[in-house]
């Protein structure tokens, strides 16, 4: 298995305040990709990296920053979260754009 | 939008069956089409990856058929097994880094 890492795996916390998760890849991937997950949804993308520094919108990006400083580390935050951010977040990572994604354990966020 | 869709949303059969589970994608100009598992509170595992210049991919008792011009792939699973029992997911690669996902086939295989 690819090595991705996120962290934290569970947290709760309250509307309006910032959230950050972490996702870590030892596998020197180009790309990461943070995902949302919901029931009847199916994961949508929020954003990529295609290297570091150089990131994109999603799908669903709406009310969300990320930032890549490393080629290992890719950071999604929530600048004031919402209840309708609560969802499942993943991150994935690859060697190239068409390349297979490799996924992480995921982090259940609960925005009460 | 480009949607993906899966049919059936759930499929429940006995051990050893041999079974299909089916995708369709509204746009056919596509970059590759992917197959993932994934098990209950878990994150995705990929199991077969198709190239929009290849037809069919093949990993042990799982085959990935694709046919662009119906905007279809199905995934074949031989001699099915309670270990098989999982969420299948199909995505779709559209645009350089943008993949679109099916809301999954949830198998599973009774003993």
């Known amino acids: 298995d690819a090595g991705i890492t996120q962290s934290p795996r569970h947290k709760v916390t309250e509307t309006g305040t910032p959230v950050t998760l972490r996702c870590h890849q030892t596998?020197?991937?180009?790309?990461m990709y943070w995902y949302r997950q919901d029931p009847g949804h199916g994961l949508r993308l929020i954003h990529y990296?295609?290297?570091?520094?150089?990131?994109d919108k999603g799908e669903v990006s709406d009310g969300y920053s990320v930032s890549r400083s490393k080629t290992e580390d890719f950071l999604l935050t929530l600048e004031s979260a919402t209840s309708s951010q609560t969802s499942v977040y993943f991150c994935?990572?690859?060697?190239?754009?068409?390349?297979?994604?490799?996924f992480g354990p995921g982090t259940r966020l609960t925005v009460l | 939008k480009q949607e993906v869709t899966q049919i059936p949303a759930a499929l429940s059969v006995p051990e050893g069956e041999n079974l299909v589970l089916n995708c369709s994608f509204t746009?056919?100009?596509?970059?590759?089409l992917q197959w993932f598992r994934q098990d209950p509170g878990k994150g995705l595992t990929s199991l077969l990856l198709?190239?929009?210049?290849?037809r069919e991919q093949t990993s042990g008792r799982l085959n990935a058929s694709l046919d662009k011009s119906s905007g279809r792939s199905t995934l074949y699973i031989a001699a099915s097994q309670p270990g098989d029992s999982a969420t299948y997911l199909c995505?779709?690669?559209?645009?350089?880094?943008?993949?679109?996902f099916g809301a999954g086939t949830r198998l599973t295989v009774k003993p």
């Open positions: 746009d056919s100009a596509i970059y590759n």
């Open positions: 198709i190239q929009s210049s290849q």
């Open positions: 995505a779709r690669f559209y645009n350089n880094n943008d993949m679109r």
């Open positions: 990296s295609y290297g570091v520094k150089d990131t």
């Open positions: 994935a990572s690859g060697q190239a754009s068409t390349d297979t994604q490799y």
């Open positions: 596998e020197n991937h180009r790309y």
